[in-house]
């Protein structure tokens, strides 16, 4: 099983519950359902996440990380 790091909710969650929490991992960034802790869990590399994140914070400013 690989290292996790503290489990984190996402900072735009819905007050209804339907959120998704992120962890550190030694294999990448993970993401599960707040709602079921104990299901599946999606990994993805720790760059494609920060890539992720930085177009999510640009497109909510109003710009566009592409050329």
Not at 32 to 50: I, K
Request: with cysteine; hydrophobic share 35%; charged share 20%.
């Amino acid at each position: 099983m690989e290292e996790v790091g503290t489990w984190r909710k996402a900072s735009y969650s819905a007050t209804n519950g339907n959120c998704v929490e992120v962890a550190d991992a030694t294999g990448g960034v993970l993401i599960r359902d707040t709602t079921d802790r104990t299901g599946a869990m999606l990994t993805v590399p720790a760059d494609a996440w920060q890539q992720f994140t930085a177009t999510i914070k640009l497109s909510r400013r109003g710009e566009s990380g592409h050329g």
